[in-house]
């Protein structure tokens, strides 16, 4: 199987590099406050300077919170049949944003508040066609 397969779910969110993956949003540069995906403008009540400029973010990280899909999630989610129960995380990002992304781990029991982790990109599933829709997940390091 090739890197052709590899298909973003959408265009334009995250990239990979030889600095690893990064999620591709904006920042404001009166207030910093981070955004993903882009904003147009700020949403700070408290920031009178809009200034928005695109940014990216990761590759590492710290749990913030977890739990597990127990369930299969409905359309237009993404994963292979049949359905594996998988865990979900809230990242602290390094550089300031906080975001949810399946967590890239065998056992949904082993995430825990506070881990390591680091933004990957993965198929969310594989289809028939050999293709494979990716996004960004988060692996334990
Ligand atoms: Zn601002």
């Not at 919170?65 to 994963?79: D, E, F, L, M």
């Amino acid at each position: 199987m090739t890197d052709t397969n590899r298909v973003p779910v959408i265009d334009g969110l995250f990239s990979e590099g030889p600095q690893g993956a990064r999620l591709l949003g904006s920042r404001c540069l009166s207030c910093a406050t981070p955004y993903f995906p882009s904003a147009g403008t700020c949403h700070n009540p408290e920031c009178s300077d809009s200034k928005i400029q695109d940014a990216s973010f990761g590759p590492s990280g710290t749990v913030w919170s977890s739990s597990i899909q127990n369930y299969p999630p409905p359309v237009p989610a993404r994963y292979d049949e049949p359905y594996v129960p998988y865990a979900l995380g809230v990242v602290d990002l390094d550089d300031g944003l906080r975001v949810v992304g399946r967590m890239a781990v065998d056992d949904p029991s082993s995430v825990s508040v506070g881990d390591r982790v680091e933004l990957v990109i993965e198929p969310l599933c594989h289809n028939e066609d050999g293709s494979e829709p990716i996004s960004w997940m988060f692996r334990p390091t």
